[in-house]
């Protein structure tokens, strides 16, 4: 070489490709072992727990044959002729029994109260007319009308929950039904939450007249607990961390100690003082960074001592995305659910989308009154006011635009914030 030709430029560094949704998820759940020992909680407690054993029913619900309505208790073969008096002479109220049914009679009888023996069908009160001691019949019951049988909702031995499922109101009921006062469900992940940026402030600490220039409320805060409350977390809120590199270790390191995930806010980019990802590789290790989705590029998962580490982008849309389609499941499969994402549904977009992007797109819309989709007409990740008008998330493939009429993917916000 020529000593006084100039030396080459060294190449700049190349970075990996941004890793596929489904890929990353793929990884992010693989690390997400279940946690240990089972909680014992009252029936009363367990909405939006996660069971941790099988219910197995040891009775038939209902446990007899019983009357779906208040009115009488019929041979059907004796009410052929409208015209016809029967005798009413008994009364079975819910939670007493009956005697057997003569020929040509009835019982007077109440929603819940056992079918009395050659009974075969109820009439409901409303279509009897009683004189004295009897009662006419006005329309013919069919054998079998208005009786709920035996073991129609639950078969002694049929298991009735399933261990992974996320009790509901009704499941508790049900679970009540078959005779649970108690419960085994999956122990509460306990997360340390945190956000990063100087620019932060919270409000009621600073007045909007006296804001600084480039301060902002820390809105990711509010939002992010009351996510993690509605997953049945425990939550530790660490406030605002410095933008210097030696608070975000000692937050990390401090956070690390108690908890089974430190999900943080912001300083997961590429700037000078994003500390979150150098932070958490000098305790421990970054698996998962940045990932081809919009909005929500800046997501990384990692390790910090026993403790997963998830770090979310600080623009509120893609720290509320983010959390919804990655947060969310990896939470729940902490908990040892089953089901961790709802079903998109195909439905007709009443908008044209032109600017297709390279990276799998989100697009905050809602449903209209002609059964479409909507868009809202700033998407960019800072507006906050995008995921409160709408009511779910098109689920777009990158490279794809959308013309009005096309059939979108849908996911609704109700199926993701439950």
């Not at 109440?110 to 004295?132: L, R, S, Y």
């Not at 902002?216 to 997953?231: D, G, P, Q, T």
């Amino acid at each position: 070489m020529n000593p006084a030709s100039p030396s080459p430029s060294p190449s700049p560094a190349v970075r990996p490709p941004l890793k596929p949704l489904d890929l990353a998820l793929g990884e992010l759940l693989a690390h997400a072992e279940p946690l240990l020992p089972a909680d014992e909680v009252s029936t009363f407690d367990g909405d939006g727990r996660v069971l941790a054993q099988d219910l197995l029913s040891s009775l038939d619900v209902p446990a007899h044959d019983n009357s779906a309505m208040d009115g009488y208790a019929v041979r059907a073969a004796d009410c052929a002729d409208t015209s016809t008096l029967l005798q009413v002479n008994q009364r079975i109220p819910a939670g007493s029994s009956g005697q057997a049914l003569a020929a040509r009679s009835a019982a007077r009888i109440f929603t819940g109260a056992p079918i009395p023996p050659g009974a075969d069908a109820v009439v409901m009160q409303e279509n009897c007319e009683t004189v004295g001691a009897g009662v006419f019949v006005r329309v013919r019951p069919r054998p079998g009308q208005w009786i709920r049988r035996h073991g129609e909702d639950v078969a002694a031995g049929a298991v009735v929950l399933h261990r992974g499922e996320r009790l509901t109101p009704a499941a508790l009921g049900l679970a009540a039904s078959i005779g649970f006062d108690r419960l085994q469900v999956a122990p509460r992940v306990r997360v340390a939450l945190f956000s990063t940026g100087d620019e932060l402030v919270m409000p009621g600490d600073v007045a909007p007249a006296d804001m600084k220039p480039g301060a902002v409320y820390n809105s990711n805060r509010f939002f992010l607990k009351a996510l993690l409350l509605r997953l049945g977390c425990s939550v530790t809120d660490l406030g605002i961390v410095p933008d210097r590199l030696d608070a975000t270790v000692a937050a990390l390191k401090d956070a690390s100690r108690q908890h089974d995930l430190i999900l943080t806010s912001g300083g997961v980019s590429v700037g000078e003082e994003d500390h979150v990802k150098p932070a958490v590789e000098a305790l421990g290790s970054l698996m998962l960074w940045q990932i081809a989705i919009k909005p929500g590029k800046p997501f990384a998962y990692g390790t910090v001592g026993q403790s997963h580490f998830i770090g979310l982008p600080g623009n509120p849309v893609s720290s509320f995305v983010t959390f919804l389609l990655l947060v969310r499941p990896f939470i729940l499969r902490l908990q040892g659910a089953t089901a961790l994402a709802p079903e998109s549904i195909a439905m007709k977009a009443h908008f044209d989308w032109t600017r297709a992007d390279k990276r799998r797109e989100f697009l905050r819309v809602r449903q209209n009154a002609a059964g479409g989709l909507e868009l809202f007409g700033n998407q960019s990740s800072g507006v906050l006011t995008s995921a409160v008008w709408g009511d779910g998330l098109v689920d777009n493939p990158p490279g794809q635009t959308i013309a009005h009429g096309d059939e979108v993917q849908f996911i609704p916000f109700a199926a993701l914030l439950s």
